[in-house]
């Protein structure tokens, strides 16, 4: 677990998974789907659970304009700076279980913000690798 400085807050577009983790690659493929310049933005996985204790679970990209969600008709979102507990995986295609247990080890951090997210950031839609955070307070 290493510490991450987020410099300045990242404005998404998003679309919320029908199911988690069933729905998750459907709604990244929708996602891609509706963006033109797919391979040239960051993309993000946003995950909390919801006060029934069920995950929901946001496929988002990085906005490259203001107003685009809405232009598109999807979520917005705003990931904001600051530092974050977290931990780099390595194609995280290899152990199906890779990125669950990145965050259930994350989840101890004694300064972890109860507010927060778990929060998956890719360098574009392919990336096999993955960059896991939560913030902290």
Avoid: W
Avoid at 26 to 32: C, F, I
Avoid at 48 to 60: L, M, R
């Amino acid at each position: 677990m290493k510490n991450y400085n987020l410099e300045k807050d990242i404005h998404v577009i998003c679309i919320t998974a029908t199911s988690f983790p069933d729905g998750v690659m459907d709604a990244y493929k929708k996602l891609q789907s509706l963006i033109t310049d797919s391979k040239e933005r960051r993309y993000f996985g946003i995950s909390h659970p919801n006060k029934d204790g069920i995950i929901i679970y946001k496929a988002c990209a990085e906005e490259k304009h203001a107003g685009e969600a809405e232009k598109l008709g999807l979520e917005s979102f705003t990931i904001k700076a600051g530092n974050f507990a977290s931990m780099y995986i390595v194609d995280h295609m290899k152990d199906p279980e890779s990125i669950g247990n990145a965050f259930k080890e994350l989840l101890t951090n004694p300064r972890l913000d109860p507010q927060g997210y778990c929060l998956e950031m890719y360098k574009d839609f392919d990336d096999k690798d993955v960059q896991c955070m939560v913030p902290l307070k």
